[in-house]
């Protein structure tokens, strides 16, 4: 079940939130779990044994590593930490990896690993990292272990950001699980922020999405220069409007329903550095693997190689949890390498130059590292990228540029206007009565444009849905 489609809005969340509010409070938990997994069933009516495995598994491990932690036993208590990871890892590798890794071996005629044609459960990523932080949690003493199954499933399974996130650490919001603040203000911002989310996916993301996909599809022999990095550029606000969009759809809800989640998302396109920008992006991602891998490691309180090499670590680790696939590894590693030279010198000079010279660096580098985001087919993605930067021979531009520049340039505009900070801070401007009345006018028609938009298109899901 897809958040920006009527089956949710207006059958599967209306009747939830209805429920939610009826109940007494002791029961909303309950109503949480039952619609959380209804919610999953929708979409993955084998898959959600999985889920059920995963939450007992870690449940008990979270009360053992308690339990070894209470009598002193730190090798028991590491022994339960390590047994969750081997769990969730393995679990991650079988479903998402084992096939990329036997197709790859039988490419160069390994045989042993068969090709099992596995179907990727929604949102394994996701969940596997939450449930998996939480034991690491339990054991540094940073959460306490959930002595109620239900509402440790709860958190497992909590619909809003089940399928694609954000990735929520069990010591940010356990406190949340067994007690939260229900009130109309929470309610009413989460409404706002739940319509800001799917006006972002309906009207900016859907729609630039379909320029992407001509210039993906084009043959590298019809591509322009000019052309290629329009559709690298189409696809860059398409990630961030789709992606950022589903964050704050879940934020919205989360706040519907009483919690609140940190956000993953802080306008990163206006970043002057690379730095700087994964400072912004996926928050939620990045943070967790600085918390449970970098620092691990030995973060940066080790030697320069060592450093490097945790860099390293981090950075593969963070292409391939996108996916299997040799173009996720490249642009993680892509990433190291910049992250890299800034560390090492460009950073003070960025810092040190005018702005406008850091966005159009960050801006440059960040658009090609979507192109190796988006384009999965190795032969494809070289000649795209020999494309974009002019070699092969490859024209400059033609007369379908023109056509799709003139086509899109409002949702191109909107979208490069939607990716700065400019209007909520003309928001916040605003007096107190004028931003109600302008927040709740905006939330009416945003909701009524959505309506015909949800009405007269097609299943469109979310990006990360397939991570």
């Known amino acids: 079940m897809v958040f920006s489609t009527p089956t949710f809005l207006f059958y599967f969340l209306a009747l939830t939130l209805l429920i939610y509010y009826l109940v007494p409070r002791k029961f909303r938990n309950v109503v949480i779990l039952c619609a959380s997994l209804f919610f999953y069933y929708w979409g993955e009516r084998v898959y959600v044994v999985i889920m059920f495995l995963s939450t007992a598994i870690d449940y008990t491990h979270g009360l053992l590593v308690e339990r070894c932690k209470r009598r002193d036993n730190d090798r028991g208590a590491r022994m339960a930490v390590a047994s969750s990871i081997v769990f969730n890892l393995a679990l991650l590798f079988f479903f998402k990896y084992w096939d990329f890794i036997a197709a790859s071996l039988q490419s160069v005629g390994l045989n042993f690993m068969p090709v099992l044609g596995i179907h990727l459960p929604i949102g394994i990523s996701f969940y596997t990292f939450q449930t998996m932080s939480y034991t690491i949690d339990v054991y540094r003493g940073d959460a306490r272990a959930q002595r109620s199954i239900l509402n440790f499933g709860t958190f497992v399974t909590l619909f809003p950001q089940l399928i694609a996130g954000p990735i929520i650490k069990y010591k940010d919001l356990g406190d949340q699980i067994d007690q939260r603040d229900c009130t109309v203000d929470k309610f009413a911002?989460?409404?706002?922020?739940?319509?800001?989310?799917?006006?972002?996916?309906?009207?900016?993301?859907?729609?630039?999405?379909?320029?992407?996909?001509?210039?993906?599809?084009?043959a590298l022999a019809d591509l322009t220069v000019a052309g290629a990095w329009l559709g690298v550029l189409a696809f860059t606000f398409q990630i961030y409007f789709d992606f950022s969009g589903y964050s704050d759809m879940a934020v919205g809800l989360g706040r519907m329903l009483g919690f609140e989640f940190l956000p993953n998302f802080n306008y990163p396109y206006i970043s002057k550095s690379i730095t700087e920008f994964w400072r912004r992006w996926h928050i939620s991602l990045s943070t967790w693997f600085r918390e449970y891998l970098y620092i691990p490691l030995g973060g940066n309180r080790c030697s320069k190689g060592r450093w490097m090499f945790n860099l390293f670590v981090v950075w593969a680790a963070t292409g391939i949890w996108h996916g299997a696939s040799w173009n996720y590894l490249i642009w993680g590693l892509y990433f190291f390498a910049l992250l890299m030279v800034e560390k090492f010198f460009l950073l003070d000079a960025l810092k040190k130059a005018p702005a406008l010279v850091g966005h159009v660096y960050t801006m440059f580098f960040v658009l090609v590292s979507w192109a190796i985001f988006g384009i999965e087919d190795a032969s494809r993605l070289g000649g795209y990228l020999k494309v974009m930067f002019g070699l092969g021979g490859a024209p400059l531009a033609d007369g379908t540029l023109g056509y799709y520049f003139i086509s899109y340039l409002p949702i191109l505009a909107l979208a490069a206007l939607s990716s700065t900070p400019l209007g909520a801070k003309l928001y916040h401007r605003l007096p107190q009565r004028a931003a109600q009345v302008t927040g709740a006018a905006a939330i009416i028609a945003g909701l009524l444009v959505c309506t015909a938009y949800l009405v007269d298109g097609t299943y469109n899901p979310f990006l990360y849905f397939r991570f």
């Open 189 to 218: 911002s989460g409404v706002q922020m739940f319509m800001i989310g799917l006006g972002k996916k309906l009207l900016i993301a859907n729609n630039v999405g379909m320029l992407w996909d001509s210039y993906k599809t084009m």
